[in-house]
Structures are given as C-alpha cells and as structure tokens.
C-alpha cells in the first residue's frame, strides 16, 4: 500500500508542474431493481480556450457473472466553435471484467462508441480501460490509477492515449470528493500531443 501511495505521490507530482487544463465532474450512482443507473455531468476549461466542452451522461449497468458487468449509456456531448454549442450524440455499450486482490480492486473496460456528429459520418470508436484502485486508505486517501486506449474505427488508427492517476478522499459519508491528474496523448496531424488536465470530482 506505501509502495503503491508512494508511486502515485511522485507520479502527481510531476504531471502537476506541467501547465493544466481543469474538468469539473459529478457522478451519480444508484441502483434499482438490480440495476446500477448511473449519471454524470462534465465541464472542462482551457486558459487557451475558457469554457469549451460540456457532457451530460446516463445509462445503466447489470451484472452478467460475478465478475463480468456489461451497460449501456447514452452522452451528449457539446464543444464551442466559433461562439456555438456543437452537438455530438454517443450512444455507447460496455463490459467489464473485475478482479479482486488482498491489495487492490481490478477493473478491465471495453467501450464502443457510435459518435453521430453534424457535418460528419456517423464513425465508430472503441476505448479499453484499465483501472486499479488500492482497497485501503492512507491519511484518509485512497489511490487510484488507469490508463485508457482510444481506437478510432474511422480512420484505423489509435489515437490517444490517456494515463489517470487520483486520489479519494474518503472520509465524508455521504459523497466521495476526489481529485486526478490526465495525462493525455492525441494524434493530430500524424503528430503526438501531449496535454495536462486536473480532475475535480464529487461523487454520490
């Protein structure tokens, strides 16, 4: 558990120098009848850009085994351009393999996007995450790390790439602050880059 605070503490620190863009995030998760239903708002900032990204999520997620959950999950996502909200509609399905250790909880995310976006083809996308996120606390902390993988299917190239290194704060009873740091890596352009965002998140 130490080795494992000690690594997220250096890697923090170091993407933490780097100049960073900000997301505002809240979660909602309940379930019902056996169904976890899920929620979440997003708002991103730029110091080049200001306010110029927004989603609003929702969908559901079932059990298939005791360790394998599948959801389905709709988002609507919008980006500013040239003083407009532009529309981008995501339905997307997922599964989910889980994996308990003495140490650690597991998770292995497979994601498919249909992206139907105005001006454009409708384009298929496909983003796999792994997570881990230690079982205890330290100082009232609770590490977590992932990296996620971007494979666009319009043009058969992966694109970006996305390390996620956080913290909870684990001692509120009735909502669970966390904060993160985004290390991300997008192809434009056949070129890589590389940009820093940092993660305010309030979960229910």
């Not at 290390?183 to 979960?203: G, P, R």
């Amino acid at each position: 558990m130490i080795r494992f605070f000690t690594f997220a503490l250096v890697l923090t620190s170091t993407i933490i120098c780097q100049p960073m863009n900000h997301s505002e995030v809240i979660d909602v998760k309940r379930k019902i009848l056996g169904i976890k239903m899920s929620g979440q708002i997003d708002h991103r900032t730029t110091d080049e850009k200001g306010w110029h990204y927004r989603h609003y999520d929702i969908g559901g997620s079932f059990p298939i085994t005791e360790s394998w959950s599948a959801a389905i999950q709709y988002r609507s996502v919008y980006t500013l351009k040239d003083g407009d909200w532009i529309l981008e509609k995501r339905p997307h399905a997922q599964i989910q393999k889980t994996i308990n250790t003495n140490r650690a909880k597991w998770t292995i995310k497979s994601r498919q996007e249909y992206r139907i976006r105005d001006g454009k083809d409708p384009a298929l996308r496909n983003r796999v995450r792994v997570m881990a996120k230690s079982k205890s606390s330290w100082k009232k902390l609770k590490p977590y790390i992932g990296n996620e993988f971007f494979y666009d299917m319009e043009i058969n190239k992966y694109n970006k790439n996305r390390l996620l290194i956080g913290f909870d704060l684990t001692q509120f009873e009735f909502f669970t602050p966390s904060i993160a740091f985004r290390h991300i890596n997008a192809l434009s352009n056949d070129k890589w880059k590389t940009t820093y965002t940092m993660i305010l998140k309030i979960s229910f």
